[in-house]
């Protein structure tokens, strides 16, 4: 697969571009979590712990939707299109950053870096549109129950996912594609765990004023939107869930969509801290720390927010357990 992609982006490279970026900059260095210290084989640890995880988590959830009948529903679905992005996204990052941790430093070949914002792009922008997606899947099925059948079919969930994924794959080809036409001809070094756009594009000897503009201002449809479109949509919920005399039943909605609601609002504010609204005093470590909270621990808490604590999960495992 690297091959591919790496194959792609020299084809999109004009020729004076491929012979600067290739002759001068052919690998980026990568610090990492540098002065960890004596603390190094523990970070190393709780960051594979939680890597392990975020796979069997998501892959738990991938075979147990795959496998029960009882989780043929769209609901499901989206989730595992949700743990599907979530896999991209940890195999992508965490095994690189494993190998910094250990090594203080790692050098990665220029276009192998390129690749891996790829899909980090890919995979995030993919889980924004699906997150959208999920909440107007909870919104009709708790404020319009009777409808929810024929609102939420199966072909307007293919349509969603297909719509998430295409438009994530048009925006990433963009952002990547304009990396690709930078010059590249002096500084190597990133003070990052992973290749993420903004300290990638600061190494050009181009301008990328304009093209830190463009960034994030592509933010808007791919983050902004969404999380507004998703906080409409718990807006709504709340509402309904308000006007349920049931007090029991009234805890049980409120305790299931504050969890939700946390996971979404800890993924989305660390995002639009870092792409949208930039900070230039934010420290190296501050940005590394909220970068963390979407690429490692978001993997891991949503299958656990979404699915581990549902009783139809609970009760499909029990089943092919027993």
């Not at 600061?202 to 939107?225: F, H, Q, R, T």
Request: charged residues 10%; contains cysteine; glycine residues 4%.
């Amino acid at each position: 697969m690297l091959f591919w992609m790496e194959l792609c982006f020299v084809l999109f490279l004009p020729s004076d571009t491929q012979g600067s970026s290739q002759s001068n900059v052919t690998s980026i260095f990568l610090l990492g979590f540098h002065d960890t210290g004596k603390f190094t084989v523990l970070l190393f640890i709780f960051l594979l712990l939680i890597f392990c995880g975020t796979l069997c988590g998501n892959l738990l959830i991938i075979t147990l939707v795959s496998i029960s009948k009882t989780l043929h529903s769209p609901m499901y679905f989206f989730l595992t299109q949700l743990s599907i992005t979530d896999l991209m996204l940890s195999t992508n990052i965490s095994p690189n950053m494993l190998n910094i941790v250990l090594h203080s430093n790692t050098s990665i070949p220029f276009f192998d870096c390129v690749t891996q914002y790829y899909f980090f792009c890919f995979s995030e922008g993919s889980e924004c549109f699906l997150l959208m997606a999920m909440s107007y899947d909870r919104y009709v099925a708790i404020c319009h129950p009777l409808h929810y059948v024929s609102i939420i079919t199966p072909g307007l969930c293919t349509t969603l996912v297909v719509l998430a994924w295409l438009l994530s794959f048009i925006v990433t080809t963009a952002v990547t594609f304009y990396i690709c036409q930078l010059q590249f001809c002096g500084p190597n070094t990133i003070d990052h765990f992973y290749c993420d756009v903004i300290p990638l594009i600061e190494l050009s000897c181009s301008d990328v004023s304009s093209m830190k503009m463009d960034i994030a201002l592509m933010g808007i449809p791919v983050v902004i939107l969404p999380f507004l479109a998703i906080l409409v949509s718990y807006m709504g919920i709340v509402w309904t869930i308000l006007k349920i005399s049931s007090i029991s039943g009234r805890q049980k909605c409120f305790s299931t969509c504050s969890s939700h609601l946390t996971v979404v609002c800890l993924f989305y504010w660390s995002i639009i801290a870092i792409y949208i609204i930039p900070n230039e005093d934010h420290s190296q470590m501050g940005s590394k720390i909220m970068s963390m909270l979407y690429t490692v621990f978001t993997p891991l808490l949503n299958p656990c927010i979404y699915s581990l604590r549902n009783e139809d999960i609970k009760n499909a495992l029990k089943n092919v357990v027993v």
